[in-house]
Structure formats: C-alpha cells, structure tokens
C-alpha cells in the first residue's frame, strides 16, 4: 500500500511539471504514547510546490505529524525526507523551513516586529522583510504593538508572517484558521493562496475540509493517526457527483427510474428524487440531454434535472467516520 | 553560532525600555530599603542577633558594598522565582516550540537565553551596587559607621569581589531555577518546588546538621554572599560544590531537553 500512495503522489507531480524531488517523503512514520498510536504506519509524498492540505477530525494525529516533520516530536518507528533531508536532523532544513505549528505562541510583552525579529535572529534568517510581512498579512500600523494587546485572528496573523520569515521553500501551517471569524477564515486563504503562488510547498491542516478543499491540490486525510485518503480534492468527491431527476407526477417516479438505469450507471431512488451517480469520467451535460429526451419521449415531465457536485465534506465525515485506513 | 544566535534573539525580547524600567524602580526600592535595614539594625559582633549583620563588619574597606551583598542575599526568592518563570512560561507559552521551529539545537537553545537573562540580571546587580553603596554611605553616619575606608583602592578591589560573589549567586540560582523548570514544564509547579525546598524544607532538615551547610545548594549559595556568616562555608568549597551542581544541572536539562518531546 505504501508504494502506490508514493507512486499517486508522483503521478500528481508529474500532472503540475514539477521535476524537484518530493518537498516531503514519509515512510511508515509512527508515533505512539504507550498503547495509543497518535500516528500510525503513515506513508505518503508531498509533491515540490504543492499546496497539500492536511485534514481528519480533532485527535487525528494531524498535530503530531507536523511537529515530528519539524523535529519537535520525535517519531517511534518510520522515517522520511524533508526537502530532501533525513527527518530525524532537522538542523539541516530548518533554516529553509516555515511553520505555525498549534496556536500561534509569542512573548505577550513585546511588540509584534520584535518578536518576528528576535524569531529571524535565532534562525539566522533576514529581517529585512519584516515590514513586507507585517502588511502582507494585514498587521500594518499594529505591528509595534504589544502582541498581548492582539486579537486571537491577529496573532494568528503574525504566525503566519512568523512562517513566512526567511522566504522559506516548505511552510507547515497547523490549523492556521483556528479561532477566526468567517471574514478572518477568508483572509487566510486567501493568503495561502498568495503564499502559493511564489512556488512554495505548504502543508496546511484543519478538521474542516471546506478550509482546505479552495486553497489544496493535494489531500492527506488521516484519521486514528492512519491514511485514509491521499489525492486531489476531485478524487475524494467524484464519488458524489450526480444527476438529479425528478417528475412532475410522483407516479412516473419507477418509469423515470427505468430510464435512468437504461445509462448503464449506478441510480439511487431518494424520495421523490432519482440520482444518476456519475461514477468515473461521465459527460454529465450530453447525459442530461439523453435522459430528458428519452423522458419526454416516454410522456414524462421532469420538474427537475440538476447536476449535484459532490458533496465533500459528506464524503469527507463518511471516509474518517469508517475509522478505516488504507 | 546557535548559541549566539540563541543570546542575540533573547537580548531583542528582553531589551526592552518598559522591561529595564520596572527593573530600576524595583531594583532601586528594594536595595536601598534592604541595605538602610541592613545597616541600622547592625549590632556589635558581642551583641549580634542570628542572622543580622555585625557592625564592625562595615567598617574599613569593604564596608560599603557589604551591605548591598547582604541584603541582595534576602531576596533569592525573588531571582529564583524570575528564572523559574522565565523558563516556565515558555513551556506554557509554548514560545519555546517556536523558538525550535527556528533552531533545532536545544541544549544552545537553553543555554543562550540562560545567559541573556544573566547578563541582565547582571546588570541589575551593579546598578543595585551602585544605589546600595550610595545609600550606604548616606545612612551610616547615622548608626556611627565610620567610612573613611568605603572609598579607597581597597574599597573598590573589595567591591569588585562582591560583585562577582553576586554574579554568582544569580548564576547559581538561574541554573537551579531552569533545571527545575525544564523538568516540571510548569511555572506554578516548579515555583511551588523551589519555594518549599529552598525555603522550608533546606531550613528544617539543616537546623542543627553541620553537614547541610556544606551540601545544601541554598546554603551553599548563601556562603558565597555572606562568606562573614558564622557557618558559612569557605569560598573555594562553596564554589567547587556550586560547579558540581552546575554540572549536574546542565547535564539534566540536555538530557531532558534532547529526549523529550515537545508537545505544549
């Protein structure tokens, strides 16, 4: 199993031309406290340059994982690379990696530059893109500030500008919405989005897939501290996509049921609705059309043909609520 | 260079104008509140109290720093207590998981914001030499206290010593302040160990036992700043069991900073 999620992860590299080796490799990674595995046998690729999303529900291991890339934990059993260095010395691509691992941490007493610059100073990284960074992600006129003065979103803010110091090539951003309002929440992402933009890897986690499915093209679902999904957001929701009919007259409900499952595809009945499940690569739009002149050719009228997009975070709940683990 | 880097990056977090203000106002009141107690509540050595300061003790050169050393010695609750916090908060804080996401060496880590709170700690020190001496000079007349000999060469060899006796005590406690905190990971838990051992506890067990004075780290300490005391222990030793402690507090925070995780 270990090897075809390495090989999905090279083939989705190879989808966005990136020829650089995998930012991160991991490689039956464990962590256990005692009897409880945190993180369990977790093996996958993050493709050079990709915005992977991290996501499983609170206790996951999504934590864990993190602060073992960035040799704060140390791992049970596995091993890995990050950007092409051995997990267990982080010295040697620390300096070249971001992070906002858990809740932003920073000395309440001191201003918000200074507590970025005595950060660059320890990571002997430059401080000339403090000011940058302080209005990149929307501090500007707060930054000499205290930071105890700050709102839960602006220090989430400054943690993200903390990850951003040094122009790293990888950022880790853990939960980087946590505690945020909608507008805040959108800012995020779209500050991710920015952040991507300049070619950088960033693994980004939450236990919402709606935080991550806009900004990823890359998913690692774990749950329990196992994979259970690793792809792009399509292949996690294309299970979910259908075509949704419904007649005018109840009545012709099993007649238009007759006629859906004449496509060949898999058809569910849900009340009054008949769902055409578009399972692989199905053109949706010439479907419709067939179905609806077969239907008026069979004098039922639909009171509804609608495309349904995959519902992913259904998808996601039904994956993690399994428990179970590729 | 991590630990360097390490000293550079604390020194911007604690060179802060807010920070060394509060430190001078409270340095000044208690040094010049401790060292005018000191000095008018000092008896003849033939009269002397248990744990008071003898007069013929501030007379000649030493006189005038003397008392700044021994009222400096009353408040090592207060410099233990500032490391354990300091150390403390940034497990609860959790600064310190993002200083390690910036340098991975932690036993540089610890090591290089060790010695910025020192140096600042040092600082506070000779200001505190300074106001203590002054105000020494001023309320001693009062109690009779000749100070003829509080200005010389002698003088301020002898002040230069104390102040290197209270660089030491402040090193000392600093060290034990962290190790306790590195191993209990918490302010309130490990304010709570040092307070009770270094308070009650050293004085209860040591009451009437010769033995704790030469191996009690707070005893120890205090024959460094008051090598006068009746059962102070003599410097060379007091410093060759503080070094040993030393080593041992070192060893035990890069074994426990190198093996455990850091999770908080």
Partial sequence: MTEDLITAGTSHRSSRGVGEADA???????KRYGSRAAVDNLSFAIPTGTVAGLIGPNGAGKTTLMAMLLGLVHPTSGAGT???????????YLNRVGALIESPAFHPAVSGIDNL???????SRSQKNIPDLIELVGLAGRGHDRVGSYSMGMKQRLGIAASLLGDPELIILDEPTNGLDPVGMQDVRRLIGEIANDGRTILVSSHLLSELEQVSDWLIVIDNGGLVHLGT???LGAAGEALVLRTADPAHTQMLRTIADSTQLRVQVDGDDVLVMLDGDVDAASLAVEINRRAHTAGIVLSELHYRRADLEARYLNLVSKGETT | MSFLNTFRSEWILLNRKKLWLVLGVVTTLYTVAATALVISTAEPLRQQSEGGLALEALVGAGGATMAVIFSIAFGFLLVLATFISSTGNEFTRGTLRAALTFQSSRVSLMAGKLAARVLVAAIVMAGAFVIGAITAAIVAPAQDI???GWFGLDALGDAVE???????????????GTTIAVLVRSTPIALGIGLL???????VIGEGRDWTERWFPGMVIRSIVQPQAADAVATPSALATLGVYAVVCAAVIAIVMSRRDVTA
């Fill in chain 1, 233 to 235: 957001p399509g292949s």
């Fill in chain 2, 197 to 203: 051992w270094f308070g009650p506890i050293e004085n």
């Fill in chain 1, 82 to 92: 990050v950007l092409g260095e051995p997990l267990g010395k982080p010295a040697g």
């Fill in chain 2, 162 to 176: 104390d102040y290197l006796r209270a660089i030491a005590y402040v090193v000392a406690f600093g060290i034990i």
């Fill in chain 1, 24 to 30: 991160v490799v991991v490689e039956g990674l464990t």
């Fill in chain 1, 117 to 123: 610059r005595s950060l660059a100073v320890l990571g």
């Fill in chain 2, 146 to 148: 000749g100070t003829d």
